[in-house]
C-alpha cells in the first residue's frame, strides 16, 4: 500500500483480484475465451467444410467428364440420351442477367446514393431509408414472380418477339434487387467524406452539382466500387428470380430476348428430382456451384482490393 493511500483502503488491483476468484467469474474468465474462439471459429470450419464437399464431388465429376470439354464446351445438355457438359452456355446466362442487373443498378443506386448524402433534407433521408430496407428485405421468390407476371408482360407490350421466358425481364428485376446495396453502402462512403471539402470546393464557387461529382464522388470512389462489386457477386449468385422468369435454356450467345439457364437455375433444376444420386448429372451440380463459387470468390477478392487500393483516409 502507497504512503498517501488512508489507512484500511484497498487498491483498485486487489478488488479487481478479489471478484476474480469467485467462482463463477473465474471460471468465465478462463473459459470464455475458448468459448469465443469456438463461436468465431464456426464461419471458418463451415467455409472449409463447403469447399471441401465442393472439390470431392467436382473431382470425382472429372472422372467421368473431362476438364477441357467441361470448361471450353458450347453445349449443355446433361439430360440429353448423348449428353455434353460444356459449362459455357450457364456462364453466359449468367453473365447476360448479371450483365442487365448492372446496367440498372448502377446508375440508380449510385444516384440515390448521391441524392441521399448530398440533396435531400432529413425528413426525405428518414422516408427513403426504410423504403430501401424494405426492397432489400422482399423474398427472391416475390421478385421472380414480379418479373414473370409484371415486368415481361410489360416488355412483350413493346417489344412482341420477347418470348415469355427471357434474359431482360429477370436481368431488370434482379437489378431491381441489388439496388438497395449499392445505394446503401455508396451513401454511407459518401457520408463518410469530410464537409470540410464541401466546404472548401463551396468556398471556391463550385456548385453543390459540382461538388457531389468532382468531390465526394472521387473521394468515396473505394467505396462505391466495392459496393459495385459486391452487387455484382450478389446478381452472379441469384437463383429464384432466374429459376422462374428466366427459363430452362442453356445457348450459347448474347440474345436476350429468348430463354436463358444460369448456373443457379441448372442446380435448381437439378437438386428437385433430375438428376438421380451418383449419375453424372448429379456430381455436375457440384461441378457448376464449384465454378459459381470460383466466380463470387474472385468477384469477393477484387472487391476487397479495390476497397483497400483506394481508400481514403480522413
Request: glycine content about 8%; cysteine-free.
Amino acid at each position: 500500500m502507497s504512503m498517501t493511500e488512508p489507512k484500511g483502503t484497498v487498491s483498485v488491483q486487489e478488488l479487481i483480484a478479489k471478484k476474480s476468484n469467485r467462482g463463477l467469474l473465474a471460471f468465465l474468465d478462463k473459459w470464455m475465451p475458448k468459448i469465443l474462439f469456438a463461436i468465431a471459429a464456426v464461419s471458418v470450419l463451415t467455409t472449409i467444410g463447403i469447399l471441401a464437399t465442393l472439390v470431392v464431388e467436382t473431382y470425382i465429376f472429372f472422372t467421368h467428364v473431362s476438364v477441357f470439354e467441361y470448361i471450353f464446351g458450347t453445349e449443355w445438355y446433361p439430360f440429353a440420351n448423348s449428353p455434353s457438359y460444356g459449362v459455357l452456355p450457364l456462364v453466359v446466362g449468367t453473365l447476360k442477367i448479371t450483365g442487365i442487373a448492372i446496367a440498372v443498378a448502377v446508375p440508380v443506386g449510385i444516384g440515390t446514393a448521391i441524392y441521399l448524402s448530398e440533396y435531400a433534407s432529413e425528413r426525405m433521408r428518414r422516408i427513403i431509408k426504410p423504403v430501401l430496407e424494405v426492397l432489400a428485405g422482399v423474398p427472391t421468390i416475390v421478385y421472380g414472380f414480379f418479373a414473370l407476371t409484371f415486368v415481361t408482360p410489360i416488355l412483350r407490350s413493346v417489344f412482341p418477339e420477347i418470348s415469355i421466358f427471357n434474359a431482360l425481364s429477370p436481368g431488370i428485376v434482379v437489378g431491381i434487387m441489388i439496388i438497395p446495396m449499392i445505394a446503401s453502402l455508396s451513401e454511407d462512403a459518401m457520408t463518410s467524406v469530410p464537409s470540410s471539402m464541401r466546404e472548401g470546393a463551396y468556398a471556391l464557387g463550385a456548385t453543390k452539382f459540382e461538388v457531389a461529382l468532382k468531390i465526394v464522388l472521387p473521394a468515396a470512389i473505394s467505396g462505391i466500387v466495392a459496393s459495385t462489386v459486391l452487387a455484382i457477386s450478389r446478381a452472379i449468385g441469384e437463383t429464384m428470380i432466374v429459376a422462374v422468369a428466366a427459363g430452362s435454356t442453356p445457348g450459347f450467345d448474347w440474345d436476350m430476348t429468348g430463354s436463358i439457364q444460369t448456373m443457379t437455375a441448372y442446380i435448381v433444376q437439378a437438386t428437385t428430382g433430375d438428376a438421380g444420386y451418383g449419375t453424372t448429372n448429379y456430381y455436375s451440380i457440384y461441378a457448376v456451384g464449384f465454378t459459381l463459387f470460383l466466380f463470387t470468390l474472385v468477384m469477393n477478392m477484387f472487391a476487397q482490393y479495390i476497397s483497400k487500393r483506394f481508400r481514403e483516409e480522413y
